[in-house]
T-cell receptor
Framework: GENVGLHLPTLSVQEGDNSIINCAYS??????FIWYKQESGKGPQFIID?????DKRQGQRVTVLLNKTVKHLSLQIAATQPGDSAVYFC?????????????FGGGTRVLVKP | DTEVTQTPKHLVMGMTNKKSLKCEQH?????MYWYKQKAKKPPELMFV???????INESVPSRFSPECPNSSLLNLHLHALQPEDSALYLC??????????????FGAGSRLTVL
């Protein structure tokens, strides 16, 4: 998702359904990508990461897909639960060898409906 | 201990005040970070310390002054701030910065209001 003015893009999903959150990045040379989850009143929390030499990585209930051709990253959450309601940020590190300059994308708010 | 602890949680200050934000971690991490986050926006990198030395300064105004007294502590000294500096200030730490992929662990943030 992209940040649009003062409003975060919002994804409403029914509890138990799968969620897909999208992120476009601009730097084709980025080495490393991370998805973070931020709940209200808390700092960002690591969900899953992926290096640029991979196109898919799976965790517990989450899958990250990387399409370097179109510079697109997505996060899939299986069987979405109320506790998944949060803002999700993709983040990238342009060049690992240049230090941890982690840069965040715009964020997408996920609202889980009971 | 797998946490990054930030104090205070909330801070209200006037434009002529001098205050400090504090951050502490006991995970043995050697890199520490300050990010600024405005409402409904992503966190923006301000400073990176690697092995207690400032390695990245993202052209932050001098009214923000970071300090890393030791590998577990990171401070952000504030002086003569402007109302537009009101934001959530996030501290993070990671094992290192240049050895490869390093996941940042974030604190809950210090919410700053400048009157």
């Amino acid at each position: 998702g992209e940040n649009v003015g003062l409003h975060l893009p919002t994804l409403s999903v029914q509890e138990g359904d799968n969620s897909i959150i999208n992120c476009a990045y601009s730097n084709s040379a980025s080495d490393y990508f991370i998805w973070y989850k931020q709940e209200s009143g808390k700092g960002p929390q690591f969900i899953i990461d992926i290096r640029s030499n991979m196109d898919k990585r799976q965790g517990q209930r989450v899958t990250v897909l990387l399409n370097k051709t179109v510079k697109h990253l997505s996060l899939q959450i299986a069987a979405t639960q109320p506790g998944d309601s949060a803002v999700y940020f993709c983040a990238e590190i342009p060049h690992l060898a240049a230090g941890n300059k982690l840069t965040f994308g715009g964020g997408t708010r996920v609202l889980v409906k009971p | 201990d797998t946490e990054v602890t930030q104090t205070p949680k909330h801070l209200v200050m006037g434009m002529t005040n001098k205050k400090s934000l504090k951050c502490e971690q006991h995970m043995g991490h050697r890199a520490m970070y300050w990010y600024k986050q405005k409402a409904k926006k992503p966190p923006e990198l301000m400073f990176v310390y690697s092995y207690e030395k400032l390695s990245i300064n993202e052209s932050v105004p001098s009214r923000f002054s970071p300090e890393c007294p030791n590998s577990s502590l990171l401070n952000l000294h504030l002086h003569a701030l402007q109302p537009e500096d009101s934001a959530l200030y996030l501290c993070a730490s990671s094992q290192g910065t240049v050895s490869g992929a390093n996941v940042l662990t974030f604190g809950a943030g210090s919410r700053l209001t400048v009157l």
